[in-house]
């Protein structure tokens, strides 16, 4: 399966722990984006990663989220502590190059994050 | 005012009626305008983008835009049942990707 893989699928949490959500872009892409949906709403973006570097962070809180994108292996969104406004569905998306061009972005079936 | 917007509709069309899904935008330097399907509890699905001024054409789609107005469509011809879906309208631009809210088409059979 070439496309954007994500995992879990499903994730439940009680508050107060820890969500590790991954994603793995499509071949041939270096360019990932993290995105949350609230139910009836729309796509808010988070964040937008290259290899080993962070572009653009000003759509994550500033406390308890983070991401990351290894030199080797998935891209990581790490939310700790969690509560119950943390209850999403969370998107990964990826592309051949970046925001600022005019590349598509191609979307992971998302992690749906439910808190206890 | 947001960067994207959409009617949140719901929109309702016959089976075989032209649905038409509208999209305005704020940023002027926006350079890329993408159309998504989503199905409910499933993941945005590209179907058409458009770069240039005008009308573009991929089967039953057409995408239009008009820069000048900032404001860009989608028609879907002879709309069918699985064309129900949200359908959300990004934007491209120097700084960042925009989505709208999405706007809910139902076709009736």
């Known amino acids: 399966n070439a496309g954007v893989m994500q995992n879990p699928r499903h994730l439940v949490r009680r508050r107060g722990q820890e969500a590790r959500l991954r994603c793995s872009p499509m071949?041939?892409?270096?360019?990932v984006y993290w995105y949350r949906q609230l139910p009836e709403e729309g796509l808010k973006f988070m964040v937008y990663?290259?290899?080993?570097?962070?572009?653009?962070e000003s759509g994550m809180p500033k406390e308890r989220f983070s991401a990351e994108f290894p030199k080797e292996g998935p891209s990581i969104l790490r939310i700790q502590q969690v509560v119950r406004g943390d209850s999403a569905a969370y998107f990964c998306?990826?592309?051949?190059?970046?925001?600022?061009?005019?590349?598509?972005?191609?979307f992971g079936d998302g992690t749906r994050l439910s808190i206890l | 005012q947001k960067e994207v917007e959409q009617n949140s509709g719901p929109l309702s069309v016959p089976e075989g009626a032209i649905a038409s899904l509208n999209c305005t935008y704020s940023?002027?330097?926006?350079?890329?305008f993408f159309w998504y399907r989503q199905y409910s509890g499933k993941s945005p699905e590209l179907i058409m983008f458009?770069?240039?001024?005008g009308d573009k054409e991929d089967g039953r789609f057409t995408a239009q835009l008009n820069k000048a107005s900032q404001y860009v469509s989608l028609l879907i011809r002879d709309s069918q049942p699985s064309d129900s879906a949200t359908y959300l309208c990004?934007?491209?631009?120097?700084?960042?990707?925009?989505f709208g809210t999405g706007t809910s088409l139902t076709v009736i059979p």
């Open positions: 458009i770069y240039s001024n």
């Open positions: 071949k041939g892409h270096s360019h």
């Open positions: 990663l290259q290899k080993e570097n962070i572009i653009d």
């Open positions: 990004a934007v491209g631009g120097m700084n960042q990707f925009y």
């Open positions: 998306a990826s592309s051949a190059t970046g925001f600022y061009s005019n590349q598509p972005q191609h």
């Open positions: 940023d002027r330097g926006s350079q890329s």
